[in-house]
């Protein structure tokens, strides 16, 4: 598999919205999940948010009812929209293209990462 680009990443103030995007690369974008991870300095890479080929979502705790993943198969694009943003939000936010969506869980393992967009959260 190639890799998806991730884009839209940067500095905002806490409140504030940021929409991160993903193109897919080398598969065949409406047949696969998508999924996006975050890694705040110190920490693991986490799940925050992954969709199946037929649109199913779902999200961290941390980031339910302030984050929404979606995507358009006509561009083999995923998005993250990200509101309400908050100081622990900051990380590196990596897409995987291709993995595997489970009734309970996604994994990544099958599926190919980005390179990351970074995000800060701060005033």
């Known amino acids: 598999q190639k890799q998806p680009v991730e884009s839209g990443g940067g500095l905002v103030q806490p409140g504030g919205s940021l929409r991160l995007s993903c193109a897919a690369s080398?598969?065949?974008?409406?047949?696969?999940?998508m999924a996006w991870y975050r890694q705040a300095p110190g920490k693991q890479r986490e799940l925050v948010a992954c969709?199946?080929?037929?649109?199913?979502?779902k999200y961290a705790d941390s980031v339910k009812g302030r984050f929404t993943i979606s995507r358009d198969n006509g561009k083999s694009t995923a998005y993250l929209q990200m509101n309400s943003l908050k100081p622990e939000d900051t990380g590196v936010y990596y897409c995987?293209?291709?993995?595997?969506?489970?009734?309970?869980?996604?994994?990544?393992?099958?599926?190919?990462w980005g390179q990351g967009a970074q995000v800060t959260v701060s005033s």
């Open positions: 995987n293209q291709g993995g595997q969506f489970f009734a309970d869980n996604y994994d990544p393992a099958f599926g190919s």
């Open positions: 080398g598969i065949i974008f409406r047949d696969n999940a």
């Open positions: 969709i199946s080929s037929g649109g199913r979502k």
